[in-house]
């Protein structure tokens, strides 16, 4: 098996490639021809996993071409391999050493292979992510006109601000016609926001960036978005829990939700109230109400069933 488990470190311009057991190690330029040539070396012994670190989109090209030869890949989390690393001692940071790493740590983690999205999917998800990164620079921008004092600045300001808004509406078509184009999305769309709370903004991030919703577990779906709660204990000892990693822009729309939801949705503003009550913190309360909250998505897009009121 471990000769069958490859890590490869992802840069801008190379991929550097190892083979666990065999040892074998070398490296291929990062684009359309790297990527074939790094195809035509592994057919001379299939994989059983390829794992590539997520950075920054780099990885996408590797990962998409790889996932579409039918090869078993893995885009893993670069800060649990730095992890991983430092509890083997690796101190030593290269690019060929960091693919070993990488080759070490899917076999040790037990790693699986997801198919990689498809490119509609990745527009989906780009054009999400674009519109998250305008609404944050029209906050940004408001904020400073609220400070702004001087009056050419509150021109140069709302000038700005009303390009960024023409683009959110611009983007926020381009988001329509992208839904409306798939029958599955526009199912889903319909399901998700049939949730009191759930508006068609918050589906769409999820339909783009949780694209395994209703086919794993509530517990694996929570710890995918980051919301199933970790605790530290040694002992008699017992500290608090937090909750952490997983997808940080999915758990943000699942905040947003709950806040919505704590407000107009009966059963989890009574579910809300009720932790409340029982001298849970705000906090604390709102964070297991996106939990909920994701839980009956989940069930939702599983069964295939809208939202009932109880």
């Known amino acids: ?156 300001i709302t000038r700005l601000l009303a390009a960024l808004r023409r683009e959110l509406e611009s983007l926020d078509g381009n988001l329509d016609k992208q839904v409306r184009a798939s029958p599955a999305w526009r199912i889903k769309e319909v399901l998700l926001s049939s949730v009191p709370g759930v508006g068609k903004r918050i589906a769409r991030s999820l339909i783009a960036e949780l694209p395994e919703l209703g086919s794993l577990s509530r517990r694996q779906i929570a710890s995918l978005a980051g919301l199933a709660p970790f605790t530290r204990q040694s002992g008699k000892w017992r500290g608090k829990s937090f909750i952490g990693g997983g997808r940080a822009s999915v758990r943000a729309a699942l905040f947003i939700g709950a806040m919505v939801a704590a407000r107009h949705n009966a059963t989890l503003k009574t579910f809300r109230d009720r932790l409340v009550a029982h001298g849970k913190p705000k906090i604390v309360a709102i964070v297991a109400t996106a939990r909920k909250l994701l839980t009956i998505l989940n069930a939702i897009i599983r069964d295939q069933k809208p939202w009932q009121n109880a």
């Open 1 to 156: 098996m471990d000769a069958t488990v490859v890590g490869i470190d992802v840069s801008k311009e190379r991929l550097d490639v190892h083979v666990l057991a065999s040892g074998e190690a070398f490296f291929e330029r990062n684009d359309a021809g790297g990527v074939e040539r790094l195809l035509e070396r592994l057919k001379a012994q299939p994989p059983c996993l390829v794992a590539l670190e997520a950075t920054g989109g780099f990885e996408t090209l590797a990962a998409a071409a790889l996932s579409a030869a039918g090869v078993p890949v893995a885009v893993v989390n670069p800060a649990q391999v730095r992890s991983f690393a430092d509890a083997l001692g690796k101190r030593a940071k290269t690019d060929p050493i960091d693919a070993a790493v990488i080759a070490r740590f899917a076999q040790a983690s037990g790693a699986v292979a997801k198919p990689f999205a498809d490119a509609q999917a990745r527009r989906l998800g780009d054009l999400v992510a674009r519109r998250r990164q305008i609404v944050t620079m029209i906050v940004a921008e408001e904020a400073r006109l609220k400070r702004a004092a001087e009056r050419q600045l509150r021109k140069s």
